[in-house]
């Protein structure tokens, strides 16, 4: 019994540890607030032990804004630090006092375009800081923040002056609501088949009808798993509909990002 307390505590200092490296940072945006003043961007920066250079991943939260799934995004930082990766959780809704645009169907697609934005000049960010690799930068969003992704990766609705592609890009339960042709990254989609909210079905009818690679776009589909089923301890109703962790699909796609990344950023 002692030995499981000391393992315990173990267990738990060392991941205080990890999210002791955890730091707020502020940058600048490309982006105009309401009134049409420069705006900054905020977010969780997260680096490994060293000084590198190491790849760096974007992490982008869903429509119900950075707090109401810091679990969930905490854990998957303090995950791929684990794995050698500087993260950054970029909060998009602080900066400009909004909180959330789950029932808003105009502005869940307009700050699609807004987000994905963010998330280029999150990439400059990373890019300048001396301990990451700015030829090893990768995008991973949840949600909206994974429909942010999809987004960011269409080459028609990226600026000319933002064409430098992220190296990987994964998106979990998007809503795919173009087709997913002409990418300019590597992308993998992860959704469950059961999703009430952004059905697998959408994902399914976007894929590219030929892919000259087939890693280009990659989508697994989890049988029988809901909407944020790799959010532990999540059931709950939200906005009318179910999320529901699932450890098997969770467990799974632990897999299949690790595996992803390593093949594309290491």
């Known amino acids: 019994m002692y030995k499981k307390q000391i393992l315990l505590a173990m267990l738990i200092l060392g991941i205080a540890v990890q999210l002791g490296f955890a730091d707020p940072i502020k940058f600048k945006s490309t982006s105009t607030d309401k009134d049409g003043k420069p705006l900054s961007l905020t977010g969780i920066l997260t680096k490994p032990e060293g000084d590198g250079p190491f790849p760096s991943i974007v992490l982008l939260h869903g429509c119900s804004g950075p707090q109401h799934s810091k679990s969930r995004s905490d854990s998957w930082a303090n995950r791929l630090l684990s794995w050698g990766y500087v993260t950054l959780q970029l909060d998009s809704f602080g900066p400009r006092n909004v909180s959330n645009i789950c029932t808003d169907i105009g502005e869940i697609f307009a700050m699609c375009f807004t987000r994905s934005q963010d998330a280029y000049d999150a990439k400059d960010f990373l890019s300048e800081l001396p301990y990451v690799d700015r030829n090893r930068i990768a995008l991973m969003g949840w949600s909206h923040g994974g429909m942010t992704v999809l987004t960011a990766l269409i080459k028609k609705f990226i600026p000319q002056d933002r064409q430098t592609p992220f190296n990987a890009t994964i998106a979990f339960y998007p809503y795919c609501d173009t087709y997913l042709n002409n990418l300019n990254a590597p992308l993998l989609i992860l959704i469950g088949e059961a999703d009430d909210w952004t059905p697998a079905k959408s994902c399914s009818v976007s894929m590219p009808q030929e892919q000259p690679n087939p890693e280009v776009v990659v989508l697994k589909i989890y049988s029988g ?13 939200y906005e009318g509909h179910r999320l529901l962790y699932d450890p098997i699909a969770a467990d799974d796609a632990i897999i299949q990002v690790k595996s992803f990344l390593s093949g594309h950023l290491m």
């Open 225 to 237: 798993a809901y909407h944020a089923f790799d959010w532990v301890d999540m059931d709950e109703i």
